[in-house]
């Protein structure tokens, strides 16, 4: 049975409010979190993005969930860094945390005036610094020249077992090159034959038998309208699609791609509806997929009452479906 997360989205609310939600998930019944970890909001508007890792270890003091954070290696953060904070988080609190390592987005990475490549390149990179966490959390003494560089890294405080790194992939290209290196798979949903094609390209690069993690991006509302409204005033910035989210270099740029999108394009990309029932069938569907983990990313501003619906009406239901 899969566990289902609250998805703590650092860019939407302040890290306090965040602590107090993940404090209510936990006792409406929810079984896990996730943090988001960025630079800047997607927009203006948002007007928050605290630092996650500071947030994770506050976050899992306060309750007993288990918690997954995603993370770009090799630009705002050097491999051995990230390598550290995982074992900390992971010594902390034993088999409790989860890192899942991605290729970067632009607006987050961008402030360190690095060149911003190809995703080619951002895959290699990605691959490199993998390896240096990897080989640190292991205990090892990393010396490293290449893309990255690391000169006799060594952590002094290491967790009795090391914490799941997980890869972060969207496509089904760079599902397959994660499969080869990763613990585990972190995707997001989509129409479930392309999430049926990413999985598979995961398991043939390697992941046959490894978890998955999937990112749920919904918005619920007492009516249709609400919810739907909702969703396109928050999130409409991030339905660019493609390699452009990727791309872009600062949350101006996302409002600019955000005035192309209309109401009704909201549900390519989101599931939006008032009905939790509707909501419960749609998890069910991505549960039969095979994923170990569902994390669940209300984008609109009503947090509170989406805590309390889904742990009285979705939580249980999905719970007796699949047993």
Request: aromatic share 8%; hydrophobic share 45%; charged share 20%.
């Amino acid at each position: 049975m899969a566990l289902i997360g609250f998805h703590a989205s650092h860019e939407q609310f302040a890290p306090s409010h965040l602590l107090a939600l993940a404090v209510q998930a936990e006792a409406a019944g929810f079984q896990a979190l996730m943090s988001s970890d960025h630079f800047k909001p997607w927009t203006e508007a948002q007007g928050q993005s605290g630092f996650a890792w500071s947030w994770v270890g506050a976050a899992m003091a306060r309750v007993a969930l288990p918690c997954g954070l995603v993370t770009a290696p090799g630009y705002r953060y050097h491999p051995a860094v990230v390598a550290q904070g995982a074992a900390t988080l992971a010594e902390m609190f034993p088999n409790r945390f989860w890192l899942a390592l991605g290729s970067g987005e632009r607006i987050n990475e961008d402030v360190t005036g690095l060149p911003w490549p190809e995703k080619a390149e951002r895959n290699a990179r990605l691959r490199e610094c993998a390896d240096i966490i990897r080989a640190l959390l292991a205990g090892e003494t990393v010396t490293h020249r290449g893309r990255v560089t690391a000169i006799d890294a060594k952590l002094y405080t290491l967790p009795r077992k090391p914490p799941l790194l997980l890869g972060a992939a969207v496509t089904e290209a760079t599902a397959g090159l994660v499969g080869g290196w990763a613990d585990g798979l972190l995707t997001v949903h989509a129409e479930p034959p392309h999430l049926k094609r990413v999985v598979a390209a995961f398991r043939r690069g390697g992941g046959e038998g490894k978890p998955m993690v999937l990112q749920v991006g919904l918005n619920w509302d007492e009516s249709e309208e609400t919810a739907l409204a909702g969703a396109h005033e928050q999130w409409r910035c991030c339905l660019a699609g493609g390699e452009v989210n990727w791309d872009l270099r600062s949350p101006g740029d996302f409002e600019r791609i955000g005035r192309l999108v209309r109401p009704e394009d909201m549900a390519r990309d989101l599931l939006i509806s008032s009905d939790l029932g509707r909501h419960a069938a749609w998890l069910s569907d991505y549960i039969e997929l095979g994923f170990s983990e569902i994390h669940l990313h209300q984008v609109g501003r009503n947090q509170e009452a989406f805590i309390e619906a889904f742990g009285k009406s979705v939580l249980p239901q999905i719970t007796r479906d699949v047993r």
